[in-house]
């Protein structure tokens, strides 16, 4: 009987204060971890990220060029964002979730958050160049798995700014959430589910994500497709939009719904 309550709280859904909750507890777990630790998780994660553009690619390559092709390929797109998160690498667009729920309650918290944020963007970046260089610049990949990836980051790079941030709003938004719904699961083989479903969102609709998306654009100016410029120009929106996204519609609005009327 014991054993059979024991299951029924721990398969019940938390409130959104125990979530809440446990974001904190992992935005303080990550924070007290020293930027040494932090680069080499976020190198790892920013390299890792690069398994979204290469699924597409590699499975697109395999592929007769259809609309229905398109769509079988980006059903994969989710493989480096299960790897990175369920793997506890550093990603930067989650941290605009973990340790901004931290920061709003405990606003003493802001300097160490600024000092992850950079650590991690820049690892991750660097992470994202170096999939790119051993992607383009070796024989690792098959010519046609290589062309496709860089076809990815040229496409990717045919926006407006206004599009790059805006569309990064969406992904920040869907990613931020990811984050969320992973801190509510129980159960890996959820946690697992929860990912696939939101950044194949991404995916299917070609939402601006400043690391994933890194992988593809930096492979395209590896392969002299585009120009090094135009990378930074859409990193520098896109990563804006992402922030605007994770912060303030899935964190504040989170942070909201547990203190509404609060004290």
Sequence with gaps: MAQSQELAIDSSRPSAHAIFER?????RAELDRNTRALAVSGLAGGFTMGLTGLAVAAVTALLPESQQSHFIAMLFYPVGFIAVIIGRAQL??????????????????????????GTVFAANVLG?????LLAVRT???????????IKLGVAALAVSNSNAFWSGVVGGWLIA?????????????GQVAMVWLLTFVVGVGGFAHCIATSGEILAAVCGGGVPASAYFRWLLFATSGNIFGGVMIVSLLNWGQVHAGSD
């Design 139 to 149: 024989s690792s990949l098959q010519p046609k798995v290589a062309e496709e990836l």
């Design 23 to 27: 974001a904190q507890e992992n935005a």
């Design 92 to 117: 930067f667009t989650e941290n605009t979730l973990y340790p901004v729920v931290l920061v709003l309650t405990e606003p003493r918290h802001l300097g160490n958050m600024m000092r992850l944020w």
């Design 177 to 189: 959430l990811v984050a969320w719904m992973v801190t509510a699961s129980h159960w890996t083989i």
């Design 128 to 132: 994202a160049f170096c999939f790119a």
